[in-house]
């Protein structure tokens, strides 16, 4: 995986101070111990979620906070918004996975953006790339794996192209109208899924919902809809959309 900054040699002398909060409890242990390798980063507290550290101030003397998105899910955006109240200089570096880049959402960015530096890293691979995004969020480096940059920038695209004046097409979702448009373009439900980040059984479901709104039977039927409605371009690819036959 690349990081999308440089490395920066680290500063002799400084030591980076760091919060670990993570809810499985084997991989906290072994962050922690990660972590406590590197000389010039000392773990001072460890944390099952975010509303256990508002209790504890030592997270007050925090360089930076390493966080798993999975506390994200469970304690929800509003504890970091505590959390910046009383560290208005808070860095902190997210963990997760491509399941869990989902949880990123275009309307959390604003939040996400007030932190003083932000990094987003997989948790999969080496964890000396743990090290590292520490190092760099330390010096005030926005850290993002190009894999988590890629998923970002197309969930504001797709957020970007509704109309605030017309969320919904025919009475679907915005979740829905991502699918029709991608399968429109000939995409299967597996290449969807692994698109959106979603499950082949949540594609398919999603794909006979949007049929059943539609009133259509065939899958080439939802290609002329996008056609029709402008949410695919009329080119070469897409006109021939319907000749794939129908991709499960």
């Known amino acids: 995986m690349q990081i999308a900054a440089n490395k920066n040699d680290t500063i002799a002398g400084v030591t980076t101070k760091v919060c670990v909060v993570v809810p499985f409890e084997p991989l906290r242990i072994g962050l922690v111990a990660e972590?406590?390798?590197a000389p010039d980063i000392q773990v001072i507290g460890e944390f099952r979620d975010l509303s256990e550290i508002l209790g504890?101030?030592?997270?007050?003397?925090?360089?930076?906070m390493v966080i798993d998105s999975r506390a994200v899910l469970a304690d929800n955006l509003a504890v970091y918004s505590q959390i910046d109240e009383l560290l208005p200089t808070l860095k902190v570096l997210f963990l997760g996975s491509q399941e869990d880049a989902r949880a990123i959402r275009p309307e959390d960015i604003p939040t996400y953006m007030k932190l003083h530096t932000v990094g987003f890293m997989m948790k999969d691979g080496p964890t000396t790339r743990i090290i590292d995004?520490?190092?760099?969020?330390?010096?005030?480096?926005?850290v993002c794996e190009t894999e988590?940059?890629?998923?970002?920038?197309m969930r504001l695209t797709h957020w970007a192209s509704y109309s605030a004046e017309e969320p919904n097409r025919n009475g679907l979702s915005g979740r829905e109208t991502e699918v029709l448009t991608l399968a429109a373009r000939g995409q299967s439900n597996?290449?969807?899924?692994?698109?959106?980040?979603?499950?082949?059984?949540?594609?398919?479901?999603?794909v006979s919902h949007i049929m059943a709104k539609l009133a259509v039977e065939r899958r080439t039927d939802l290609v002329r809809y996008a056609?029709?409605?402008g949410l695919i371009p009329m080119s070469d690819e897409a006109a021939d959309a319907p000749r794939r036959g129908n991709r499960g």
């Open 35 to 37: 972590l406590s390798t």
């Open 56 to 64: 504890k101030p030592v997270f007050r003397e925090a360089d930076v």
């Open 227 to 229: 056609l029709s409605t």
């Open 133 to 142: 995004g520490v190092r760099l969020v330390a010096s005030g480096t926005f």
């Open 190 to 206: 597996k290449e969807i899924a692994r698109e959106l980040f979603l499950s082949e059984g949540t594609v398919k479901a999603h």
């Open 148 to 153: 988590l940059i890629r998923h970002i920038l």
